[in-house]
């Protein structure tokens, strides 16, 4: 049997790593296989970019029937050799997406389980969450295009659908509610590295996938650094995976930050840097907008500030609050 891991971030990675742990799977039988240009520092065993993003659908109707059949045949062959043309077991990060039914369709595929990914794992409406509805033109271009392989409606989390095994999380929190619900051995590790580290900025992608706008990110940011420039000597930030993509994204933030050098040392944090086990590693407190990071930080009792509110205050189209996800503490700036 092959196991292969679907990872986009640092959770979902070591959530793989404690499943390849708890199930006591040998090295060589298991693939990591990473998206949204997600990077392993020192992989643990044989690691591959999955070539089919999602962003947009690899597999979307609109490449017309030719390209289409095309895309699938080349998936197919990638998920045989990857597989040795053996059966295998798929742990993905949610089920919303074409390549997951197209990948489970496989015949070697005996099984798929969900892995924690960040929020959505810790609000039980995901459940009920579907990609898009389906009308009578849709459904006739999924059996045309697909040949039954997708369904016309795509949970974001399809615990209903055949050969579902388990949700794995690193807490009773995550999948809390959800069946087959299995809490992993704590993931996290304490790293001497990030001792003395008092104060992070984690940057996320919101504005990079336009749910808000360069002027209302620059207007929070800019809000957050006059706050805190007469109060602390040093800011630890770090990236999110997709603006490695393009270095104008970085020189977007960079430039935010350059006024400020002179009122405190604004450090970047290097790529591969584990916020989670900074989070284990430290007493820093954390500025977020709405990563995941705010929530795992505040459930191991770090002090949390959110930008959030002052996002939707700027723009009121965007609407965000932990809540949905995470009773805790987060202080909203």
């Avoid at 089919?52 to 109707?61: A, E, G, I, K, T």
């Avoid at 977007?252 to 006024?259: D, E, G, Q, T, V």
């Avoid at 009792?301 to 509110?309: D, N, R």
Wanted: hydrophobic share 40%; glycine share 4%; net charge positive.
């Amino acid at each position: 049997m092959r196991y292969l891991f679907f990872v986009n971030n640092h959770i979902s990675h070591l959530t793989a790593k404690g499943i390849i742990k708890h199930l006591e799977l040998k090295i060589d039988d298991c693939t990591f296989l990473t998206e949204r240009n997600y990077e392993i520092e020192n992989p643990l065993g044989k690691t591959l970019e999955f070539p089919f993003s999602h962003l947009p659908d690899s597999f979307r109707v609109a490449l017309g029937p030719i390209r289409l059949r095309q895309k699938i045949k080349s998936l197919d062959s990638f998920i045989n050799t990857i597989s040795d043309h053996q059966p295998f077991e798929i742990f993905v990060t949610q089920t919303s997406i074409t390549y997951f039914y197209l990948i489970h369709s496989n015949p070697n595929c005996k099984g798929f389980s969900l892995i924690e990914g960040g929020l959505g794992c810790y609000n039980l409406e995901y459940l009920k969450m579907v990609s898009h509805k389906a009308f009578w033109l849709r459904r006739l271009l999924y059996r045309l295009l697909y040949r039954n392989r997708v369904p016309e409606l795509k949970y974001f989390f399809n615990i209903d659908f055949p050969k579902f095994k388990n949700c794995y999380g690193t807490n009773d929190k995550a999948f809390k509610g959800f069946k087959n619900q299995i809490v992993l051995d704590n993931p996290f590790t304490n790293d001497t590295r990030y001792k003395g580290i008092n104060n992070v900025l984690v940057l996320d992608a919101i504005r990079e996938f336009n749910y808000i706008s360069s002027d209302a990110v620059k207007f929070v940011l800019t809000f957050l650094l006059e706050k805190l420039k007469n109060d602390i000597e040093q800011l630890h930030f770090k990236f999110h995976p997709e603006h490695y993509r393009r270095p104008e994204d970085m020189a977007f933030y960079k430039n935010i930050f350059a006024p400020y050098q002179k009122h405190f040392t604004i450090i970047e944090l290097d790529k591969h840097t584990v916020l989670e086990n900074l989070i284990h590693s430290s007493d820093a407190n954390f500025y977020v907008f709405v990563s995941s990071i705010g929530m795992y930080a505040d459930m191991m009792g770090k002090k949390v500030f959110s930008l959030a509110k002052k996002l939707t205050e700027r723009e009121n189209t965007f609407k965000f609050q932990y809540e949905s996800y995470h009773k805790g503490s987060i202080q909203y700036l």
